[in-house]
């Protein structure tokens, strides 16, 4: 057997406050949602005027990450790239990029999602919320 890390509320509180910051800091309105290493929601926010629909794809995002233990852009570039197959795979829905996992030990123990502006930007956020963490 192994032991392996997991994340804390306390973590989760930390995840959303720096993708937060990040948000408020360039004026823009998103959802940030943070998934455990299953892809379980265990923390979510939705900023003032973020879209309604921004919701359900931060949400997707950050699954994807989880359960793909890598940025979820790497699976919208594979895609772009004409593996077209991979819009198949189950329980993967935010093929789109600003979903990041969260490493530690060289593990993934989670992941963070946002959605609401440019992908980059969405992107930029959530390697912020992982930054507020791990740094």
Known sequence: MITKSALTEADVTTLIAGAKSEAQKNSWAVSIAVMDDGGHLLGFL???GAAVFS???????AKTAALG???SK???DMINNGRYAFLSVPTMQGL???GVPVIHGGRVVGAIGVSGVKSNED???AKAGVAALLT
């Open 46 to 48: 939705r900023l003032d």
């Open 55 to 61: 919701a359900s794809v931060a949400v997707e995002k």
């Open 69 to 71: 233990c890598r940025e």
């Open 74 to 76: 790497n699976f919208e």
């Open 96 to 98: 789109l990029e600003g």
């Open 123 to 125: 992107a930029q956020i």
